[in-house]
Every structure is written in C-alpha cells, then in structure tokens.
C-alpha cells in the first residue's frame, strides 16, 4: 500500500470520529465573537519517503502580515481557483515552485479560523521526495523538510498560555532545529495529529 493510500485510510477514519478539538483549536484565540472571513487554503506537502517529510516555508521579513513566521504554503482562494484544492496548488506554485501535476492529493483536513479574517482549508498532498523547489524570494525567505513523525508528534508540541485583552488564550509551539512552528500552523498539525492517530485524545 502507498503512502498515500495509508494516508487517505487514516485521514478518512480521522474524520469519521469524533476527536478531542477544542474551539480554540480551530480559532485563533484573540476571536471573539464572529467576524467575516474570507476563503484560504494552505498545502499540507507531505514527502514520499520511508520516514516522510512534511514542506514548510519561512515567510518573507517584508511581508505585511507573519513576516518570518513558519507556514505551509498557502494563501487566499482567489476568484479564479474552482475550490480551495485549486488555490493550495496555485499558492505553493508560486510560493515555492512545486508543480501541481506533482501533487497527490489526499482531502482536506479541520478549517481554522484566522485572527486576519481568513477561513484557512488545510490540503493534503504527497510529493515525490527531493523536488528542486525554490523560495519565491517576495514571500518566502526559504523552505525546509521536517519530519512527519516530529511536527505530528504530540511529545513536540507545547501549550502556552497569553493573556490578551483580560483573558487567557491558548497556542501551541514546536521547536524544531532552532525554528519556531507556532500559530496557525501549530495549531493545523495538532489537529491534523488527531485525525491521523498519532495522538491518543479520542472521545
């Protein structure tokens, strides 16, 4: 069986049960209240190798909004993209080169809501391994291959507690090789962790 076959399996079992997802799982904390949100999807780029790897990007200083913070490749549907599958492909097309007849794609996993007023889809995909994929230099200052098995781990991922605006939020971080995986892209590989078994927080 391959690779992504095993995924699909395990992504369509995930989200056949119920798992243990909190509000601010799928939100980011400082939400209160609803708010509009525009559509985004972000590629979940996983590497066909014996010990998969999972692509992330480190986002341009430039940048308006998370400049250097660590992402999946991603950004907002446009009009001209027929689904959020479509825009995921584009966006990491653009950002780093990866062309989309490339991309196995595998579902899409638990939305999150954005601070910034986005309703982020996270797509899955499988990609070959060892791919020439090139940082797009005005959004992306590089991208780097982290083990599937560390980012999912739920041993890696640590919750913190912020106060804003008078009360308590929650956001999770995983340090890998001196990078700060934190925010929204946390938060996607905990709950995608859930759907895939590798934490044990069944309901």
């Known amino acids: 069986m391959t690779l992504a076959d095993r995924l699909r399996i395990a992504l369509t079992e995930g989200h056949g049960r119920e798992v243990g997802l ?19 999807a972000v590629l979940v780029a996983i590497t066909d190798r014996p010990e ?17 913070q660590i992402a999946f490749p991603g950004g907002r549907v446009d009009d001209s993209d027929a689904d959020e599958i479509a825009g995921a492909l584009r966006e990491a097309q653009e950002e780093i ?22 309703d982020v889809v996270p797509v899955l995909g499988v990609i070959p391994p060892d791919l020439p994929l090139t940082a797009q230099a005005d959004e992306v200052a590089d991208w780097f291959e982290v083990p599937l098995s560390y980012a999912l781990d739920p041993a890696n991922r640590v919750k913190h507690a912020v106060e804003f605006q008078g009360l308590e939020r929650h956001y999770y971080e995983i340090m890998w090789n001196g990078r700060r995986i ?9 709950n995608l962790s859930r759907r ?8």
């Open 182 to 190: 934190w925010g929204i892209t946390a938060a996607i590989l905990a």
């Open 22 to 40: 909190m509000l601010s799982d799928t939100r980011d904390p400082r939400i209160d209240g609803e708010i509009v949100l525009a559509p985004a």
């Open 196 to 203: 895939l078994s590798y934490d044990r927080l069944i309901a």
């Open 97 to 118: 080169g990866l062309p989309p007849h490339l991309v196995d794609i595998i579902g899409t996993s638990d939305r999150y809501h954005t601070f910034t007023g986005f």
């Open 52 to 68: 998969p790897g999972l692509i992330l990007t480190e986002r341009a200083a430039s940048l308006r909004k998370h400049a250097g």
